[in-house]
């Protein structure tokens, strides 16, 4: 079994030192949810002006990156929110291909006073008819 620790557990640490932690306490992985306060990772240098640096470190270490977090929600009734979500899918689906992550994750989101039955209609929308067209 393969093992990877999350960044929500060191919101401090810099790319160096998660680095050199997984590696000391034999972890095969890192699943990114936020780094250094940011919790948009694309937004970062490390993940995209300097992309070919962190891939570098993260080879010569051999560790994987098995997940990115995202932010997103698949139940939403806000065209504007989802319109975002696809923008943070796009992103996170570009950085899925430059480290092969095979996996983004993502939210439910809470339905508040909506029936289950609606909600899940509403996500199969978001999922079907939005976030996976162009």
Known sequence: MKLAFTTLGCPEWNLDTIISKAVEFDYDGVDFRGYLGEME???LPEFSSDIETTKRKFNEADLEIPC???SIRLFTTSNKELESFKEEL????RLCQEFNTPFI???GGGIGEI????AI???KNNHERKLLTS
């Open 41 to 43: 990772i694309y937004k």
């Open 68 to 70: 990115f977090s995202s």
């Open 90 to 93: 796009r992103q996170y689906g």
């Open 105 to 107: 994750r993502v939210f």
């Open 115 to 118: 029936s289950r039955a609606e």
């Open 121 to 123: 209609d509403f996500v």
